[in-house]
């Protein structure tokens, strides 16, 4: 009945498990382009040009970033200059300097933080899908 020479016919589960990983851009290094990732990017060097995320982005003391961020959750302790979309929940800590235009669900301020620019708090799934439908069309 329970034969060594029988093959287990059962298959495995093979349920696709979310890689997150976590990307550094460190201090000194300078991109310019587009920056994208399933899994957290820290940025402690310089981005010139879009940066999208699926997960969280932080941008340390010594970060700047120059052009669009995309993201589901975002810290900021750096130099931000601009257009910043963030699904969920988005941090300025006492040290960042933003600059420019937020869409998020849910802001938090820490004294000291600088903010010059506009925020609408109208985050809904509908302008989740946005980074969804741009890696669609560049499938296509």
Do not use: W
């Not at 869409?103 to 000291?112: M, R």
């Not at 010059?116 to 741009?134: A, F, I, N, Q, R």
């Amino acid at each position: 009945m329970f034969s060594k020479n029988k093959k287990d016919t059962t298959m495995a589960k093979t349920n696709e498990s979310e890689h997150t990983s976590i990307n550094l851009i460190g201090t000194g290094t300078t991109i310019k382009g587009e920056v994208k990732s399933n899994g957290d990017i820290r940025i402690d060097g310089t981005v010139n040009g879009q940066v999208y995320s699926k997960g969280k982005i932080v941008v340390g003391n010594t970060g700047v970033i120059e052009g669009e961020i995309y993201c589901q959750n975002a810290d900021f302790s750096g130099n931000i200059n601009a257009k910043v979309e963030v699904s969920e929940l988005l941090t300025l800590k006492a040290t960042s300097r933003l600059r420019g235009e937020i869409v998020t669900n849910k802001l938090s301020i820490e004294p000291g933080a600088r903010f010059t620019g506009t925020c609408t708090m109208d985050k809904t799934p509908e302008t989740d899908v946005k980074l969804v439908s741009k890696e669609n069309q560049e499938k296509k």
